[in-house]
């Protein structure tokens, strides 16, 4: 890339059809060649590994997160020996034979599970067929001592959201064994797990619309050796049911899938946070715990909190609010790409 004198100050991979045609990853004056990206590779696992220390904790996080690691259209997540990869770009395709010996050389991983959406196979050109064949279909990881089986056939994203690690034990810190804990959207278990097993907790009912997540939440449990009241239902229906029945807990988890995907769907997504977090008040006792999340990147937290906080006015409460977090420092945010940060996690008492 060249300015308007001629002088070069950058480097990227052009893609003249694509919906992003432009992707940096080099910003300077300096050459850019096929060996950098390696370097920018091994600059996202040193991240990982020495200043995070990452394995010293979880068997599962994120080695390479697009644009916050300056490897725009990449995203690799790290799963025991497993690398768990999404491409979004036609030039990391390309290149993934490449890179991924790199990576197993640095992470001592074996295996590879590739994605490619539709959607990104259709706008970029890639090809549906995988360059490297998946080698397993699961694998069982560790987070914070609480153990998970990550599906990555029937799994969203990744495979798992490795994404709230922090806040699923930051969580578990707040609970104690008496607390009534209720997940709602739970997926895989998450939270529902965190609270059982770190926090102790022994009445935790997780509930989602997914059976393939609930049955694997179910595992997940028996992996653990807890009991949990897992409740196959959409948590809207689930929580209005409650709300009749005069249900109340200690503690209210809200980590609904995204619900504004584009700029069109902002209104309609914005009522459904309302909806959802009008009835997670609704069924927490005074002085209860909300802990409600949002992944929707075009949501910022500042109108995020103001969706719950009309909500729970709505429903004639008062929030304390005690704290906003957002996704682990794998996830990094990089200062000319404000708007990957996506994750938005608000902490409340209920009054």
Known sequence: MYDKE????GAGLYHPRARVPLRVFHHGEAPFGEADFLALLDRAVALRLDVLRLPEVTEAFRVVHSDGDGLSG?????????????????????????WLPHLHARLGTRHAVIE???????????????????????????EHGVRYEVDF?????????CDQRDNRQRLARWINPAHRVLDLCCYTGGFALAAA??????????????EAAIAQARRNANLNQVRVNWVHCDAFSYARQMQRNGRRWDVVVADPPKFVATREEF?????????LNGLAVSLLEPGGL??????????????????????????GRRLQILDRTGA???HPVMSTCPESRYLKVLWARVL
Request: glycine letters at 8%; charged letters at 30%.
């Open 328 to 330: 682990g420092p794998d």
């Open 6 to 9: 001629g002088r070069r100050f």
């Open 74 to 98: 990449l995203i690799v997540d790290r799963y025991a020996d497993v690398l768990s990869v999404e491409v979004h770009s036609l030039g990391v395709w390309q290149r993934l034979s490449q």
């Open 267 to 275: 209104r309609d997504g914005q009522r459904r946070y309302e909806d």
């Open 290 to 315: 909300l802990v409600t999340c949002s992944c929707s990147g075009l949501v910022s937290a500042e109108d995020f909190e103001q969706f719950v906080c009309r909500a729970a006015h709505r429903q």
């Open 197 to 210: 097993v770190l926090g102790r907790a022994t009445d935790v009912t997780g509930v989602d619309l997914d």
């Open 153 to 161: 056939a029937r799994g969203h994203k990744t495979g798992f959201f």
């Open 116 to 142: 490619v959406s539709e959607f990104a196979a259709r706008v970029e050109g890639i090809p549906a067929r995988a360059p490297e064949r998946p080698a397993v279909a699961r694998v069982k990881i560790r």
